[in-house]
């Protein structure tokens, strides 16, 4: 009998043991799973633009949104912004306040690619612009932006380049006085000389100096790495001597214009350098993917993922 209940003690104690074995299990395997799912910790605030991930999330924004946040990206910049409706800019806005993301820059004002305007110094051309900036401020409030893009426009062939920037300093001071009260920042983007033939401005050096001579916490540079490898190398060089004067960034490999890592831009060394720096602002993600499809927007993510973990 002593046996008999030695034994049966011993089958229940093994079962208990068993099937709390396989509960600790089951609750370390949950655990795990959640932190899982859990999103990744950027160190910068890489922002991704509507479409990026189109096949991941579908076709509409405001999914495309909360599958950007879900992936730990925490800001996000869309250059048409000004152009959508009223209402869907709402929508926008208040789903990344839910999301706890930034609203990077979008496109103040029309661009000229083909003509003078600021460069010109034609009232018309300027005061043209300055509505443009007027009606942005209303839109930079609405969705919560901070910053706004701005692009001088084509060369004036006819005009030395002294008096071209000449024109644009005082267009951009005006423009100044218009951002100014609200705390909204145009973000002046040179843009390289073979996708973008004939532009005024094209060089860090040459926003540098514009930027100095406008003297406005409302005008900074816009430094655009993909860009500037092309215009000019050099890039942290020229980053470090812009520094006090770039307000945002923007991304994409060379030659390609596609996520870092399928190119010959050393993005890791250039984020590391950034970071250390101290950048708090916005990293736009302004470049296409290396493949069409689903597969391809996982590999901008773990390509952000690979450079981000270098810091």
Same mark, same amino acid.
């Given at each position: 009998?002593?046996?008999?209940?030695?034994?049966?003690?011993?089958?229940i104690?093994?079962l208990?043991?068993?099937?709390?074995?396989?509960?600790?299990?089951?609750?370390?395997?949950?655990?795990?799973?959640?932190?899982?799912?859990?999103?990744?910790?950027?160190?910068?605030?890489?922002?991704?633009?509507?479409?990026?991930?189109?096949?991941?999330?579908?076709?509409?924004?405001?999914?495309?949104?909360?599958?950007?946040?879900?992936?730990?990206?925490?800001?996000?910049?869309?250059?048409?912004?000004?152009?959508?409706?009223?209402?869907?800019?709402?929508?926008?806005?208040n789903?990344?306040?839910?999301?706890?993301?930034?609203?990077?820059?979008?496109?103040?004002?029309? /661009?000229?690619?083909?003509?003078?305007?600021?460069?010109?110094?034609?009232?018309?051309?300027?005061?043209?612009?300055?509505?443009?900036?007027?009606?942005?401020?209303?839109?930079?409030?609405?969705?919560?932006?901070?910053?706004?893009?701005?692009?001088?426009?084509?060369?004036?062939?006819?005009?030395?380049?002294?008096?071209?920037?000449?024109?644009?300093?005082?267009?951009?001071?005006?423009?100044?006085?218009?951002?100014?009260?609200?705390? /909204?920042?145009?973000? !002046?983007?040179?843009?390289?000389y073979?996708?973008?033939?004939?532009?005024?401005?094209?060089?860090?050096?040459?926003?540098?100096?514009?930027?100095?001579?406008?003297?406005?916490?409302?005008?900074?540079?816009?430094?655009?790495?993909?860009?500037?490898?092309?215009?000019?190398?050099? !890039?942290?060089?020229?980053?470090?001597?812009?520094?006090?004067?770039i307000?945002?960034?923007?991304?994409?490999?060379?030659?390609?214009?596609?996520?870092?890592?399928?190119?010959? /831009?050393?993005?890791?060394?250039v984020?590391?350098?950034?970071?250390?720096?101290?950048?708090?602002?916005?990293?736009?993600?302004?470049?296409?993917?290396?493949?069409?499809?689903?597969?391809?927007?996982?590999?901008?993510?773990?390509?952000?993922?690979?450079?981000?973990?270098?810091?």
């Open positions: 009998m002593q046996r008999r209940k030695f034994v049966q003690h011993s089958l104690a093994g208990g043991a068993s099937v709390a074995g396989t509960i600790g299990a089951f609750a370390s395997e949950k655990k795990s799973e959640k932190k899982a799912k859990q999103p990744h910790a950027f160190n910068l605030k890489y922002a991704p633009h509507e479409g990026m991930f189109k096949h991941s999330a579908g076709g509409d924004i405001i999914s495309q949104l909360e599958f950007m946040a879900a992936q730990g990206f925490t800001a996000f910049e869309d250059n048409e912004m000004r152009n959508r409706p009223v209402n869907l800019q709402e929508a926008i806005a789903t990344m306040q839910k999301l706890n993301m930034e609203m990077g820059v979008f496109v103040a004002h029309k /661009i000229y690619w083909s003509e003078p305007n600021l460069t010109s110094g034609d009232e018309g051309k300027r005061e043209e612009f300055l509505t443009d900036i007027r009606k942005s401020v209303e839109v930079a409030k609405r969705v919560n932006a901070q910053w706004v893009t701005v692009v001088p426009g084509y060369r004036d062939l006819r005009l030395e380049p002294g008096y071209q920037t000449a024109n644009v300093v005082e267009s951009l001071k005006r423009a100044s006085a218009i951002l100014e009260p609200h705390g /909204i920042v145009m973000v !002046l983007e040179p843009l390289n073979m996708n973008h033939p004939g532009m005024f401005l094209s060089k860090s050096a040459q926003a540098y100096e514009i930027c100095k001579a406008v003297a406005s916490p409302s005008c900074k540079i816009l430094y655009d790495i993909y860009h500037q490898q092309i215009t000019e190398g050099n !890039l942290i060089p020229n980053i470090e001597a812009s520094w006090d004067e307000a945002y960034f923007q991304v994409g490999d060379n030659p390609g214009r596609n996520e870092p890592t399928t190119g010959e /831009i050393n993005y890791k060394n984020f590391k350098y950034i970071h250390n720096r101290g950048f708090d602002g916005i990293v736009g993600m302004e470049h296409g993917n290396s493949r069409p499809d689903g597969v391809g927007e996982l590999a901008v993510i773990d390509a952000y993922k690979q450079v981000d973990d270098f810091i």
